[in-house]
């Protein structure tokens, strides 16, 4: 199959997105910097494209002008094993951002992140209805998800 990269449009901000998002998750690093010629459409010499990997996944920012934006109809999910992991992926990428309900967050340039704990299908996936149903409504209520509380609430009779 050939590779596929997702290309990230932002205005301006997209060397400081690669370095947020590289410093965030382990294994990550900066590829390749690539700046516009005389040809433009920008200043010469300012960053055109960041070329980015995150934990071996590539990324590409392109610093393409102020006519797109980002929307939470894209959005990345991360699968964290442990409360401490959501703990920290949310604190990195929701500052300067904005909280948002049920697990997902938009970081300080407007890219929408879903941080997920791996328990959360499993518990949504129960075969008990009635207990599956429990942590939908506990998660419901939550921002950040607080993998105890939706134990707790599975293990209500």
Do not use: H
């Amino acid at each position: 199959m050939n590779e596929i990269t997702p290309c990230l449009w932002f205005d301006t901000e997209g060397e400081e997105a690669a370095k947020l998002y590289t410093s965030v998750f382990p294994n990550s690093k900066i590829l390749d910097v690539a700046r516009y010629g005389e040809a433009g459409p920008r200043p010469a010499g300012t960053v055109m494209t960041v070329s980015f990997e995150l934990d071996g996944q590539k990324f590409v920012a392109l610093n393409g002008g102020p006519e797109f934006t980002f929307s939470e109809a894209i959005s990345f999910q991360v699968s964290c094993k442990t409360q401490d992991e959501v703990d920290a992926f949310w604190s990195k990428l929701s500052e300067g951002g904005e909280e948002g309900p049920c697990g997902w967050l938009k970081d300080r340039f407007g890219l929408s992140w879903q941080i997920v704990p791996t328990a959360l299908p499993k518990l949504l996936g129960d075969p008990d209805r009635e207990k599956s149903q429990r942590v939908m409504a506990a998660m419901l209520k939550m921002k950040k998800i607080e993998i105890d509380v939706l134990e707790r609430a599975a293990a209500e009779a």
